[in-house]
């Protein structure tokens, strides 16, 4: 008998990707994961907020979890026009691409769930790629609670996330279906560690207007003081990239389904 974790990886590891951002000189600025249902690619809405990029990378694997099953590099512009859905923090909280003429038609799509019978201690599957590695992962867990916002249910996860994961779909360990959309508590510390950023390039530029004013033996300290806040800019964005969520909260697919159709989007295949 195959394990329940193992026959969801089996079932659905096709069925999820990499979304790799990087900058005009090709270095990587942010992965997200995603996943196929219907004929779209779902993940984080965080693809509406980054300005810096140029290029993204979609990638599927094979059971291995990293050996590429199906591959397709875009511009930003044309990335940026194949997404159908509107950026909204308070709402949605996910984004929808299309996929249409990729080279994607044999990837599988996943179901998503309408939470009809879902309980707290649920047992529940996360598939998604990290950071600072290629690799596909699987997490266990349990649903831990329900949050409540806006007349809106999000499914607390019990298991652990760090960034990368953030797109990743929740999967109902009896059904294969998609129970939500992991990403929420990434996604506000994203914002919060943008307040952060935009405070040290303030700081970086009013020491640049001092530049040449002060001498201490020969040295000017502005560039010794700029020199450190690159350096702290530097490490703290490590130190978030690479810092543990000790939970995970996904949307409920409910609102998912609800915030499509009232968009007038179809998933074909779920029912």
């Not at 195959?2 to 951002?21: D, G, L, T």
């Not at 509406?48 to 099953?69: C, P």
């Not at 080279?103 to 790629?129: Q, W």
């Not at 596909?136 to 996860?157: A, E, M, N, P, V």
């Amino acid at each position: 008998m195959v394990k329940p974790y193992a026959k969801v990886w089996v079932n659905c590891f096709q069925s999820v990707c990499s979304i790799r951002f990087f900058n005009g000189n090709d270095i990587e600025i942010i992965t997200l994961t995603g996943f196929k249902s219907g004929c779209y690619i779902f993940t984080n809405d965080l693809v509406n907020k980054l300005q810096k990029a140029e290029f993204v990378e979609i990638k599927f694997v094979r059971e291995d979890g990293y050996t590429t099953s199906a591959f397709e590099r875009l511009s930003m512009h044309d990335f940026t026009e194949r997404i159908i859905t509107t950026y909204d923090e308070e709402i949605t909280g996910f984004a929808v691409i299309s996929i249409t003429d990729l080279t994607f038609d044999s990837i599988p799509p996943l179901e998503l769930s309408k939470n009809r019978h879902l309980t707290i201690g649920n047992p529940v599957a996360a598939i998604g790629f990290q950071y600072d590695s290629p690799n596909l992962t699987i997490k266990s867990g349990i649903i831990s609670t329900f949050i409540y916002r806006d007349h809106k249910r999000y499914l607390q996860f019990d298991g652990s996330m760090i960034w990368g994961n953030s797109g990743s779909p929740l999967i109902d360990l009896s059904k294969g279906e998609v129970l939500g959309i992991l990403g929420y508590h990434l996604d506000r510390k994203y914002k919060s560690y943008e307040k952060m950023l935009d405070i040290s390039k303030n700081n970086i530029k009013m020491l640049e207007q001092a530049l040449g004013k002060f001498d201490v033996s020969g040295v000017d300290p502005i560039q010794v003081l700029i020199a450190w806040e690159r350096q702290i800019k530097q490490l703290s964005g490590e130190v978030y990239r690479a810092s543990f969520n000790g939970m995970g909260m996904a949307i409920d697919s409910k609102i998912m389904r609800n915030l499509l159709k009232s968009s007038g989007i179809e998933i074909f295949g779920n029912h």
